[in-house]
């Protein structure tokens, strides 16, 4: 019997060892961004969405996220959420402007590829943008220097609220865009306006 216990220990250390591993790096994983509220509107990522929150790299932004990296792509993808108060521009422009920051691969019309859609979330109304092409935005605004991305995407929304408009944009990677749609859609009917 001891023979027989003694022999078990290796494979009862792997065992252990096994259920150890996963364990420990879920502790070392940063816990899941929770919500946010900005000028009386609160917004909450999906918990189980495994996005990593981001310092927020300028204060045009109200939040800043990363969602997990899809398997065959080299870039991450990011989700930032802007607000400018009642300024930033109107629905369309903004619409238009996120239109031009892509190119079709076969010549095409940015225009005519880019999925458009109203609905409510949480009382409000979200315009919605879905588009894939080459990434050519500006580097930063007014620089004149422009990104070149092939099989990039965009999923952004427009949430009209009460203290203006919130402006939602998910770019990056195909594969990682589209890993991140159920979660971004989630996301985006999180909005509420808060009193």
Known sequence: MRRALASLAPTVGLLTAGLLLPLAAAQDAPPPPGPKEVAGVRFAPPADAGWVEAPVTNRMRA?????????????????????????????????????????????????????????????????????????????????GERVNKPGWRLLGAIVETPSGPFFVKLVGPSATVEAARPAFTRFVESFRAVS
């Open 63 to 143: 939040a800043q996220y990363r969602p997990p990296r899809a398997a065959g792509d080299d870039e991450d993808a990011e989700l930032v959420v802007f607000h400018f108060g009642g300024g930033g521009g109107s629905v369309e422009d903004n619409l238009a402007r996120w239109i031009s920051q892509f190119r079709q691969p076969d010549g095409g019309s940015s225009r005519e590829a880019a999925k458009l859609e109203r609905r409510e979330v949480g009382g409000l109304a979200a315009h919605l943008i879905d588009l894939a092409g080459t990434y050519v935005a500006e580097t930063r605004p007014g620089a």
